[in-house]
């Protein structure tokens, strides 16, 4: 297998295995090796096809990250505003869970 398409198959990899920074490293290897000239005609379709999968995957995880922010931040705010009750059927006035601050 061609370097260019074997870095692209790694970084296809990492990113199947969440492991971002890795897979990003092969594709900055990947872009540095196409900048210098080192891929031949007869790959440039193979890489086309390799990097649409890449894209694909990019944006399935970026989606899913959404997602599971959006469900962490429904269960926060869900977990702030639970009722809590004594013993003897009174609402007590103690916040369920501390207002955490965002970092993003």
Not at 15 to 25: N, V
Not at 72 to 99: C, F, H, K, M, W
């Amino acid at each position: 297998m061609a370097e260019a398409l074997l870095l692209l198959d790694q970084a296809r990899r990492h990113l199947i295995s969440s492991e971002a920074d890795l897979a990003l490293g092969k594709m900055q290897r990947f872009e540095k090796l196409i900048a210098s000239g080192g891929l031949p005609k007869d790959e440039v379709e193979a890489c086309a096809e390799a990097l649409q999968a890449i894209r694909a995957l990019a944006g399935s995880a970026r989606e899913g990250i959404a997602a599971a922010k959006r469900q962490v931040a429904e269960i926060t705010a869900i977990s702030r505003n639970l009722d809590t009750y004594d013993r003897q059927g009174r609402r007590l006035d103690r916040p369920a869970a501390p207002r955490r601050e965002q970092r993003f």
